[in-house]
């Protein structure tokens, strides 16, 4: 079945410090695969996507994310997080069809 | 500014009551959907529209209809409120093919007594 796995529900990382989160997808073919972040209380913000050509994906805030194929990944990194970085992070697909398919989600805890 | 616009942002409702949820986007966005977020299972979708007049099911549409009568707006609607449905709900609109990204508003916090 296709899925969207993000298998840390929750990560502490040190402010300057680098940061990645993990997200798993199982499909037959290249999803179409996005992340998004939550604020606090807040909707959903699209940090990048991915559907097709060079695998390092470049987004806002200074994210970055890379597909890799031979491992079923698209890891969100970030080389040094900030205050205002701390959320929950979702990694997303709708495999090419109508329903986007969730990950349960990322809680980003940052201390200083 | 353009966006998803969705109404009211806080809602309690008792066991029974039916409401509804509105949504509105101005972007001339064909492709809508409602989603409900619960602690540790992401978000789920609920109903989805890929323009005026089409609509179809999702994950968890059980105890929820909608109806896509213009561009604009996908109203959700409650019709006998559970305690089960007490959630976040959020909708989303999305431009031209599923690469595109999707835009989401801010979302509706409803609790059913």
């Known amino acids: 079945a296709q899925s969207v796995t993000q298998p840390d529900i929750h990560i502490t990382v040190s402010e300057g410090a680098s940061l990645e989160l993990r997200c798993n997808y199982s499909y037959g073919a290249t999803p179409y695969l996005f992340w998004y972040v939550q604020s606090p209380g807040q909707g959903l913000q699209l940090l990048l996507k991915?559907?097709?050509?060079?695998?390092l994906v470049q987004g806002i805030k200074g994210f970055e994310a890379e597909f890799k194929r031979s491992q079923s990944s698209f890891n969100l990194r970030k080389p040094s997080v900030h205050w205002s970085d701390a959320a929950e992070y979702f990694c997303?697909?709708?495999?090419?069809?109508?329903?986007?398919?969730f990950g349960t989600g990322t809680r980003l805890t940052i201390i200083p | 500014n353009a966006g998803v616009t969705q109404t009211p942002k806080f809602q309690v409702l008792k066991t029974g009551q039916s409401m509804t949820l509105q949504c509105a986007q101005d972007m001339n966005h064909e492709y809508m959907s409602w989603y409900r977020q619960d602690p540790g299972m992401g978000l789920r979708l609920i109903h989805y529209s890929v323009g005026a007049g089409i609509t179809d099911q999702g994950e968890v549409p059980n105890g929820y209809n909608v109806s896509r009568s213009t561009t604009e707006d996908f109203p959700l609607r409650l019709l006998s409120a559970a305690p089960s449905q007490t959630s976040v709900y959020f909708c989303?609109?999305?431009?031209?093919?599923?690469?595109?990204?999707?835009?989401f508003g801010s979302g509706t916090r409803l609790t059913v007594v």
């Open positions: 991915y559907f097709s050509g060079d695998t």
């Open positions: 997303l697909s709708n495999f090419g069809n109508e329903k986007l398919t």
């Open positions: 989303a609109s999305r431009e031209g093919q599923g690469f595109y990204g999707y835009t």
